[in-house]
Each structure stands twice: as C-alpha cells, then as structure tokens.
C-alpha cells in the first residue's frame, strides 16, 4: 500500500495544497461539521447493516421476511456510502500523503472495499434469489456486518491513535 501511496504522493502532495483543504485545515469549526456529518454517514451504514444482518442471521424481525428489512434499509445503506464517502474526502484532503502513509487508514480503506464489493456483489445478489438457505442467510449477515464493523473499528483507531 506504500508503494502505491508513493505514486500518487504529487497527486496527493496537490490536493493538500487546494484552496479547499486549506479552509478545512484552518477551521476548527468546518473540521467538527464534516466530523459530525462523517458519523451520520457511517451510522446510517453501519445502522441499516446491523438491522438487515441481525435480521439475516435470525435474531431480530421473526415477523418479517428478510427482503422486507433488507428492502426498508437499503437505500440508507447507500445514502449513508455517499455521506461517509464524500464527508471523508473533504476531512482527508488536508492531510492526504500522511493519512495514505497511516496503517490504520489503508486498513480502514482496504476494509472498505471489501465491504462494498461483498455488499454489492454478495450481499444484495443474495438477496435477491428468492430460495434464501438460512445457512447462507446467516453467513451472508454476518460477513456483512463484520466488515463494515471493521470500517468503523478502523476509523476510530484511526482518528485516535493518529
């Protein structure tokens, strides 16, 4: 992961340097709105994965069929993605090259997208088919939350041992 941060170090050296990043880097109070907007993001995520998971591994919503919670949290899933994901953008951009360097950023980054792909590509695929097992139910829930459980753990870590 270094040596693909050493690519990108002009890249990122210019970033830092934007009018954009520098507003951000000189404001306390932008700094804590993007903070806070961040963490909406993620807990819409995290939020509607907890709620779809527990629900796939059979703890909660006996009531339900699956694709009805899976159905009611979806798009919060997303909408919470684009949140988090554009909110980080911002809060990275004054400190790219020493975030990209950070060991608990490229895990968090390397959790990311494996929770997106796994989501988009198993996850929601999953779901779709009608025949759910309750096997493949669980284990889909579970892989699914521990991953995007990883992204916060990772973040937090992140933000405080920086």
Not at 133 to 159: N, P
């Amino acid at each position: 992961m270094v040596v693909v941060a050493l690519q990108f170090q002009p890249m990122l050296e210019w970033v830092q340097t934007t009018r954009l990043a520098s507003t951000i880097s000189n404001s306390l109070t932008l700094t804590a709105i993007l903070s806070s907007i961040h963490l909406v993001g993620l807990t819409l995520v995290v939020g509607s994965v907890l709620f779809a998971s527990l629900r796939l591994v059979g703890f909660i919503f006996y009531d339900r069929s699956v694709h009805e919670v899976t159905d009611a949290v979806g798009g919060m899933i997303m909408l919470g993605l684009a949140i988090s994901v554009t909110s980080g953008l911002l809060l990275v951009a004054p400190r790219a090259v020493a975030s990209v360097q950070n060991g608990f950023f490229q895990f968090k980054m390397a959790s990311l997208v494996a929770a997106v792909v796994f989501h988009l590509g198993v996850y929601r695929r999953v779901l779709r088919g009608r025949e759910l097992t309750r096997s493949r139910q669980r284990v889909t829930g579970a892989i699914g939350f521990g991953l995007w459980f990883a992204v916060a753990v990772a973040g937090c870590a992140f933000i405080l041992l920086e």
